[in-house]
């Protein structure tokens, strides 16, 4: 068994080094966390509840993040090998084998990027602790401390986190059909497990305790509990994903008639018909936009009472990187991984495009149109959040619904899609130009 682990693994590098990239970030991510959350044990006092207050909400935001990151990476994996693994049931290689090993190769992948990436970590916390949480009053002459047990810490999280993200993913493996020798790797699914099922559930419990702490609480409290409720919110949605993405997904694009442009029209049928590769992408830059607006919105709301009408104050930006900066630049990072991980599919894609008629221009659009359907639907489902958070903490303030407090959230909702679509964009762009370069046949006859 270990030598098929290992081989495969060395055969399929680009695809598995998808996973070991984002367990890097968020072990990366996580370590200042840590940092935070041990320097705040050591220190003690009034800054050691500051820090711990800080590294908590950090530890609760990287961690979804890195769930939602990490499922998506580890449910892409297997859904480009589906082929390998039919191959590997044809030649009698039983189910329980099979799921042994697609584990085995996430565990591996995953320790080997949480030891990069907490490794990676330790030069980079004293700066990064002194330009976000040293800067805040009061904490500028702390020093950070990032001790062996911490670091040990970081890495059991991940490799956990790799490990129950990708268990429903091997099992899948494990089940697939061996016509799959033969048809699509990525075809299209409706449905959502049970296991979703019982964490969107688990999610609305949590998410109605929060909101039901929210009455009598003072305004400049509510920081926390809102951000959270939308980090809630958008929990719920990505465990929904295979019935919400498609359906939000082809209800906008519709509103665009494919006549308009050819690339427009591979762009949409590709995009809701792989639905596994679209939510691989989209939920992460979901959580993004959820997390930036809800930041916001919380902030706003806080000086929306009563007592301060009309002096509603914006999160400012050393704030927003101090508490999401690390998760939004994870689940960004986490998006971009798996566009670049379904490039190979991508050429085939492109080639039999060209082999019709197509130009490598309209290759080069339809890769365009493609990330601006990934971003706008996964911002349409992050207002969905933004905009929860709003109401409520308008309502536990007794603000007005429509007044200067509603619009921050909403904005920076807007900001990181923009930026998340520059980003996607060249990431989308750039190997549809690479493969523009190379002989359809030679990419046809490699298939």
């Known amino acids: 068994m270990l030598r ?149 810490a970081v890495v059991v999280v991940v490799v956990v986190v790799v490990g129950l993200s990708g268990g429903r993913s091997a099992r899948r493996a494990s089940r697939v059909a061996a016509t799959a020798v033969l048809r699509d790797p990525d075809p299209p699914g409706t449905r959502a497990g049970a296991g979703r099922w019982v964490l969107a559930v688990v999610l609305l419990g949590v998410l109605v305790a929060v909101l039901a702490s929210l009455g009598g609480r003072p305004a400049d409290r509510l920081q926390p509990p809102l951000l959270l409720t939308g980090l809630l919110v958008a929990g719920v949605l990505v465990a929904l994903g295979p019935l919400v993405v ?18 427009w029209f591979l762009a949409r049928a590709s995009a809701a018909h792989r639905t596994g590769r679209s939510a691989a992408a989209i939920s992460p830059l979901l959580v993004a936009c959820a997390l930036t607006g809800s930041l916001s919105a919380a902030g706003a709301v806080a000086t929306a009472g009563p007592a301060e009408a009309g002096t509603v104050s914006p999160v400012s930006l050393p704030t927003v ?45 339809a890769a365009l149109a493609e990330a601006v359907i990934y971003v706008v639907t996964a911002a349409l489902l992050g207002l969905v959040a933004v905009a929860v958070t709003t109401a409520v903490g308008l309502a536990a303030v007794g603000a007005p619904l429509l007044g200067p407090a509603t619009g921050p959230g909403f904005r920076a909702a807007g900001v990181t899609a923009a930026a998340e679509l520059v980003v996607l964009a060249a990431a989308a762009l750039v190997p549809a130009a690479l493969g523009a370069r190379r002989s359809v046949r030679a990419v046809l006859a490699a298939e």
């Open 246 to 263: 498609p359906a939000v997904l082809r209800a906008w694009t519709r509103l665009v008639p494919v006549r308009l442009s050819s690339a």
């Open 4 to 152: 098929l682990v290992l081989a495969d693994l060395l055969q399929h590098a680009r695809v598995w080094l998808g996973v070991t990239v984002v367990a890097a970030a968020a072990a990366l991510v996580l370590s200042t966390a840590a940092a935070d959350l041990e320097t705040a044990a050591r220190t003690g006092g009034d800054v050691g509840l500051a820090l711990y207050a800080i590294g908590g909400l950090v530890v609760a935001t990287t961690t979804v993040a890195a769930v939602v990151v990490l499922a998506s990476a580890a449910d892409l994996t297997v859904v480009l090998q589906q082929r390998s693994h039919a191959l590997w049931l044809l030649l009698g290689i039983s189910p329980a084998a099979v799921r042994r090993v697609v584990r085995a190769q996430l565990l591996l992948a995953g320790l080997v990027g949480a030891l990069g990436g907490t490794a990676l970590a330790v030069p980079l916390l004293a700066p990064l602790f002194a330009r976000t949480v040293g800067a805040a009053p009061g904490l500028g002459m702390v020093e950070v401390r990032f001790g062996g047990l911490s670091a040990a």
């Open 321 to 365: 990187v101090l508490l999401v900066g690390g998760p939004v630049l994870l689940s960004v990072l986490g998006a971009v991984v798996t566009v670049l991980m379904s490039a190979g599919p991508r050429h085939r894609e492109a080639a039999l495009v060209r082999a019709a008629g197509g130009t490598p221009g309209l290759v080069l659009l």
